[in-house]
């Protein structure tokens, strides 16, 4: 369609609209046009989706950074490669007209690219609070002609970038593709515990929130479970390898109730006594029960009735002090050397206080590198200059600094990833390269996956950080995957279709 075309079609809306008889909405788009001004209007309504958390929140976070990027777009490059004069005032009867009629180019219009990224960008996270703000965005763009500061040609451009702003958003902080637990083809055929008869549970109290008890919980679904609390001074492992010794045979099955340091140090001792576990969700944010499938002690209780569930993979680090002494410590989830512990914590602290997963990752990153140390490190025999390394247990996904979900659990692979500070700016260089998404293609960052990790210190000690928990100190860690080492209560739903049907084949 020729440029002049658009121009009669445009003339020819804007007159229909001009025809429209006078009513009270016409006050109404006025005062709504105005309002949206510099985008005033939709932090508003941010602020108040924010305030109560969850998707809700993460949406207006995904808002305001589709703002952000539909405004930058619209008029600060479009308006000024493609100038336009504004409709004529004369079209339209006074009364509809702006007070203060805008003077910049009418091409494109940025309240309709606001509305819509705004909107859009919501709907990536709460369906729901878009069907409500869509009629809403709908009227701002119409106001914009209504009031007689664009043609419709302005406003559907505007459109097209607020779209494209949403869209956009996907780079920074990507939508989740993994739908359900991690797959494993790997199913086992576990004891049935309907009342609990032979389930030996540890129940952190100090796990979760402090109005709820988990072992009184777990009692309530199984009344013949034996429930105990850690004791103050002494190590998870030795407690229940306790226990164990002193009633052989008894127990069929290990069960966790508590965050994920908690169930890595009961997953050990299932998986050194060949024991399956049950797991009970009951820690804070519960990354390993929601990777394995597990949400709710419902899905827990269903599973461990029927007995079925699945093997999976554990990691474990033997660390060394150089004078002999040698710790082992397995780990469900991540370990992790230099800054990268802090960051953790910083991170799922904000996330605590229900930050969204990137947003928060990006800050605690910033302010971890601030005052980092490097480490001079051996990796399996190569000398390498770093700030931090991190050691998943499987391949983690997405491959940037904030890994946040395992598509499967039997990789038999650790994930490794490191941030090089032998590079000039090598910290600013691994912040902008995150913040543009391009951190797979910087020269200061390394991912790879393997069986094992070798790494020795070769300038002091550092303490391991495993799945949260700060370990002793060392300079020798040996990182290894353990595949299938553990058998874990899942109910049937939860496995992938595919290798449920191709382990039944075997």
């Known amino acids: 369609m020729s440029a002049r075309r658009v121009s009669r079609v445009d003339l020819d809306l804007m007159t229909r609209s001009a025809a429209v008889p006078r009513t009270g909405v016409d006050a109404a788009l006025k005062a709504l046009s105005t309002s949206a001004n510099k985008g005033r209007l939709w932090f508003a309504v941010g602020a108040l989706l924010a305030a109560r958390p969850g998707p809700t929140r993460r949406a207006a976070l995904r808002g305001v950074g589709a703002i952000a990027i539909a405004s930058t777009s619209a008029n600060l490059v479009a308006k000024n490669l493609f100038p336009r004069r ?111 008869e032979g389930l030996l549970v540890l129940a ?88 394995v499938g597990v949400a709710t002690l419902d899905d827990a209780r269903r599973a461990a ?24 410590r397995w780990f469900v989830n991540t370990a992790s050397l230099g800054g990268y512990p802090e960051m953790v914590r910083m991170r799922e602290l904000l996330e605590s206080r229900k930050w969204a997963r990137w947003p928060a990752g990006a800050v605690a990153l910033i302010r971890t590198l601030r005052g980092a140390q490097p480490m001079e490190v051996d990796l399996d025999g190569r000398r390498e200059r770093v700030w931090m390394l991190f050691v998943g247990n499987g391949t983690y996904e997405p491959k ?9 659990l039997d990789t038999g692979l650790l994930d490794v990833r490191y941030l090089r500070a032998d590079s000039p700016y090598s910290r600013a260089r691994f912040v902008l390269a995150t913040l543009t998404r391009t951190l797979t293609r910087s020269h200061v960052y390394r991912q790879y996956d393997t069986v094992a990790l070798e ?52």
């Open 204 to 291: 952190n109290p100090k796990s979760g929130t402090d109005d709820v008890d988990p072992g009184a919980e777990v009692l309530r679904h199984w009344p013949r479970a034996t429930v105990l609390a850690p004791e103050p001074g002494r190590g998870i492992i030795d407690q229940l390898a306790e226990v164990l010794a002193a009633s052989p045979g008894e127990v069929r099955a290990l069960g966790v109730a508590g965050g994920d340091g908690t169930v890595a140090a009961v997953a050990a001792v299932a998986a050194e006594h060949r024991l399956p576990l049950v797991l009970i969700p009951a820690g804070t944010l519960n990354h390993f029960a929601r990777d």
């Open 305 to 328: 009735a029927t007995g079925t569930g699945v093997r999976m993979d554990l990691a474990g680090v033997q660390i060394g002090d150089g004078a002999g002494g040698v710790e082992h």
């Open 86 to 196: 504004r409709p004529a005032a004369e079209l339209l009867p006074r009364h509809r007209r702006l007070t203060t009629r805008p003077t910049s180019s009418s091409f494109p219009s940025g309240h309709s690219a606001s509305a819509v990224a705004f909107t859009a960008a919501v709907a990536m996270e709460s369906p729901l609070a878009a069907a409500v703000l869509t009629p809403l965005a709908a009227a701002v763009a119409y106001s914009r002609v209504h009031t007689g500061v664009h043609w419709p040609t302005d406003v559907a451009a505007g459109s097209a970038i607020g779209f494209g702003a949403a869209w956009a958003t996907r780079h920074w902080w990507p939508k989740s593709d993994q739908d359900g637990p991690g797959h494993t083809a790997h199913r086992a055929v576990l004891p049935a515990l309907a009342a609990g």
């Open 400 to 408: 940037g600094f904030a890994p946040n979900r395992r598509p499967a």
């Open 455 to 506: 790494v020795r210190l070769l300038d002091g000690h550092r303490r391991v950080a495993t799945d949260g928990e700060v370990g002793p100190l060392g300079n020798h860690f040996h990182f290894r995957s353990e595949p299938r080492a553990l058998s874990i209560y899942r109910a049937d739903q939860s496995l992938d279709p595919d290798a449920a049907s191709g382990s039944r084949r075997g």
